[in-house]
Nanobody, 123 residues
Framework: QVQLVESGGGLVQAGGSLRLSCAAS????????LGWFRQAPGKEREFVAG????????YYADSVKGRFTISRDNAKNTLYLRMNTLKPEDTAVYYC????????????????WGQGTQVTVSA
């Protein structure tokens, strides 16, 4: 089992940047595929980005391609999401998630979730 704790959210102006972090507990961190999701008010949770166990493969929602970068540091048990050129429509609670499937894709089910961190982008 793995526990996930996000940090790094906040308020930023449109065009700005943020980096989210997700600290994970557990000795088997390296075996998990990881991902970021977000949920805006009144909307369903949506996939943002995913990364496989060794970081060699990454996947992004079309809405964030070219602006967001997912990465992981297995030595530090930490997942990151670098968000550039933020837009007001990126405003949401962002969640990190872990999958027992090491090689995740956009439709891979995720088994463990963090509590979320709020990102607000002002116009």
């Amino acid at each position: 089992q793995v526990q996930l704790v996000e940090s790094g959210g906040g308020l930023v102006q449109a065009g700005g940047s943020l980096r989210l972090s997700c600290a994970a507990s557990g000795r088997t961190f390296i075996t998990y595929g990881l991902g970021w999701f977000r949920q805006a008010p009144g909307k369903e949770r949506e996939f943002v980005a995913g990364i496989n166990w060794n970081g060699a493969s990454t996947y992004y929602a079309d809405s964030v391609k070219g602006r967001f970068t997912i990465s992981r540091d297995n030595a530090k048990n930490t997942l990151y999401l670098r968000m550039n050129t933020l837009k007001p429509e990126d405003t949401a609670v962002y969640y990190c998630a872990a999958s027992r499937t090491a090689n995740v894709h956009t439709t891979t089910p995720f088994d463990y979730w963090g509590q979320g961190t709020q990102v607000t982008v002002s116009a």
